[in-house]
């Protein structure tokens, strides 16, 4: 069964860090890009990251860009999320996505892991 | 990153057709045919509905179509039915090489 599983999200206070998981299973993980993608409480989706399927290339949101770090460990399937430095409006459901075909869409979704950033 | 602009709601009758807009500019729409469409319907994952403009992956109605023109990429649902229900996104591949959605268009059957 073709999967993707988030984990690690939780509540955090603002300025701390938290690390999130995203473990693929039932596809060859290796080929394929990974996006992540969150979406506020009662807000629309917004992309976060990307990885490429060989770790080559990265690229983030603005809102995101020096606090976030994406890497991936094709040897485990597992695509991480580091999130530093968080702030109130990176609360959100975070979930990690498949890219398609390299054209940026996204077939395969997890179920997603929710970050609450509150002090 | 502006994102990119759809309408916040549509509506139509069971059987009717409705199309959904979807907004860029010259950076995303415009440049790439790397526009998708997304259902979500709440407590759910968003489910792809369309991808490269106008591309159905396996499994999903024929009652789906997309298309473009310029800066602007559209949905187009036919034949409503009930279970369409649901919000709609849209999101396109930028020059900076990053991805942008719509703000979402919430659709109601009547």
């Given at each position: 069964?073709?999967?993707?599983?988030?984990?690690?999200?939780?509540?955090?206070?603002?300025?701390?860090?938290l690390?999130?998981?995203?473990?693929?299973?039932?596809?060859?993980?290796?080929?394929?890009?990974?996006?992540?993608?969150?979406?506020?409480?009662?807000?629309?989706?917004?992309?976060?990251?990307?990885?490429?399927?060989?770790?080559?290339?990265?690229?983030?949101?603005?809102?995101?860009?020096?606090?976030?770090?994406?890497?991936?460990?094709?040897?485990?399937?597992?695509?991480?999320?580091?999130?530093?430095?968080?702030?109130?409006?990176?609360?959100?459901?975070?979930?990690?996505?498949?890219?398609?075909?390299?054209?940026?869409?996204f077939?395969?979704?997890?179920?997603?892991?929710?970050?609450?950033?509150?002090? | 990153?502006?994102?990119?602009?759809?309408?916040?709601?549509?509506?139509?009758?069971?059987?009717?057709?409705?199309?959904i807009?979807?907004?860029?500019?010259?950076?995303?729409?415009?440049?790439?045919?790397?526009?998708?469409?997304?259902?979500w319907?709440?407590?759910?994952?968003?489910?792809?509905?369309?991808?490269?403009?106008?591309?159905?992956?396996?499994?999903?109605s024929?009652?789906f179509?997309?298309?473009?023109?310029?800066?602007?990429?559209?949905?187009?649902?036919?034949?409503?039915?009930?279970?369409?229900?649901?919000?709609?996104?849209?999101?396109?591949?930028t020059?900076?090489?990053?991805?942008?959605?719509?703000?979402?268009?919430?659709?109601?059957?009547l």
């Amino acid at each position: 069964q073709v999967q993707l599983v988030e984990s690690g999200g939780g509540v955090v206070q603002p300025g701390r860090s938290l690390r999130l998981s995203c473990a693929a299973s039932g596809f060859s993980f290796s080929t394929y890009t990974i996006h992540w993608v969150r979406q506020a409480p009662d807000k629309g989706l917004e992309w976060v990251t990307v990885i490429w399927y060989d770790g080559s290339n990265k690229y983030y949101a603005d809102s995101v860009k020096g606090r976030f770090t994406i890497s991936r460990d094709n040897s485990q399937n597992t695509v991480y999320l580091q999130m530093n430095s968080l702030r109130a409006e990176d609360t959100a459901l975070y979930y990690c996505a498949r890219d398609h075909s390299g054209g940026d869409a996204f077939d395969i979704w997890g179920q997603g892991t929710m970050v609450t950033v509150s002090s | 990153q502006s994102a990119l602009t759809q309408p916040a709601s549509v509506s139509g009758s069971p059987g009717q057709s409705i199309t959904i807009s979807c907004t860029g500019t010259s950076s995303d729409v415009g440049r790439y045919n790397y526009i998708s469409w997304y259902q979500w319907h709440p407590g759910k994952a968003p489910k792809l509905m369309i991808y490269d403009v106008s591309n159905r992956p396996s499994g999903v109605s024929n009652r789906f179509s997309g298309s473009k023109s310029g800066n602007t990429a559209s949905l187009t649902i036919s034949g409503l039915q009930t279970e369409d229900e649901a919000d709609y996104y849209c999101s396109s591949y930028t020059s900076s090489s990053t991805v942008v959605f719509g703000g979402g268009t919430k659709l109601t059957v009547l």
